[in-house]
């Protein structure tokens, strides 16, 4: 028997020209997972996922990569993912399960927990640059998914909006932070505000930025984390985390 055709799908085909592809391969439910806060060294890492229906009914005004839409449009395409999408689930993963087994292996293993949380079950997974295994179904990662593939697109802007809001929200905890602004992401006025008040718990103590803070509060006899936060130690220490990624 032969193999069918070699299928290629380009990136100027659009949005969902991926995802039609492998409809028509018999695929009909296809989902997409993506997080939020890779690269923040406070907050949770937040990942989504999101299938489609198939046809008109799941394409998207605005739909697109989350970090190139306004917050305006973020949230009216929030709202129209949740309005259509044929499932979707939330995974959200606190800093200290992120400083006890690194920030990839959550990564991966939120993603599969949230594609394993849909209901009903996709037929065939994409997922945003890091292939998953152990879902039982068929799956591609996808370079840049997030500008390439409609669900991952979707799964993008849940995962977004949600973390912003969660963000919010600490700021209202921790506000001479500046969470509401930053994200928890490294800029120079969130550095100058870890050295001024040091960590809290809401930080990443395995990100080497927030680690050299609070050892240095240490050596000089300061506090070495805000006041009223026990000390925490990273299970281990990556120095390659404190920078990596960008605003998600």
Known sequence: MLAPPRTVVHRAAGLYALERTLQRRGFDLVAGADEAGRGACAGPLVVAAVALPAGRRGEIDELGDSK???PATRERVYDAVLGCAAA???VIIPP??????GLHVCN???MRRALAMLTPRPH????DGFKVDGLGVPGLAVWKGDQVAACVAAASVIAKVTRDRIMADLHNDWPKYGFDEHKGYVTPEHQAALKRHGPCVEHRFSYVNVAAVARSKRRRGTVGVAPGVAAHVPAQ???N???EGGPR
């Open 241 to 243: 985390v404190a920078m």
């Open 237 to 239: 220490l990556r120095d």
């Open 88 to 90: 979707y689930s939330v």
């Open 68 to 70: 190139l839409l306004t």
């Open 108 to 110: 991966l293993a939120g």
């Open 96 to 101: 200290d399960e992120i400083d006890g087994r």
């Open 124 to 127: 065939y997974v994409l997922t």
